[in-house]
């Protein structure tokens, strides 16, 4: 398990490396633990998160799958980030595959607006 974790760290700090995102174009960072899902969009260059989103925020509903759950906050944080006037962003899928529950948070920005 540790090996699995730190090998996550090593390629999230690679991919890093490479994605910067300020106020006009925020970094999409994306966090998934084995129950929830978390997402924010961070303004690097100022070190601020502008809005962080996650599915307890959701109120879910018992035996929803987590792949919808994730859907529904990809589609929150993109509700979110219009309030703010926020229209492109660079995704961070944080080391993880794009796959599952990424892909689907993903997806769900997209629909509510967001363009990466």
């Known amino acids: 398990m540790l090996e ?4 996550r760290i090593k390629r999230h700090r690679r991919v890093r490396a490479k994605i910067k995102g300020d106020s006009k174009k925020p970094r999409l960072c ?3 633990s084995s129950n929830h899902v978390y997402a ?3 303004d690097d260059n100022k ?3 502008i809005i962080a989103v996650n599915d307890l925020d959701l109120g879910k509903k018992a035996k929803e799958k987590k792949i919808s759950i ?3 906050v990809g589609i ?3 509700e979110k980030a219009k309030e703010k006037k926020i229209g492109t962003v660079v995704f961070d899928r944080g080391g993880y595959k794009y796959h599952g529950r990424i892909k689907a948070l993903a997806e769900g920005a997209r629909e509510a607006g967001l363009k990466f």
């Open 40 to 42: 924010q969009l961070i």
């Open 4 to 7: 699995k974790k730190s090998k």
């Open 30 to 32: 994306v966090f998934r």
């Open 70 to 72: 994730a859907r529904q």
């Open 47 to 49: 070190g601020k998160t």
């Open 76 to 78: 929150l944080l993109g």
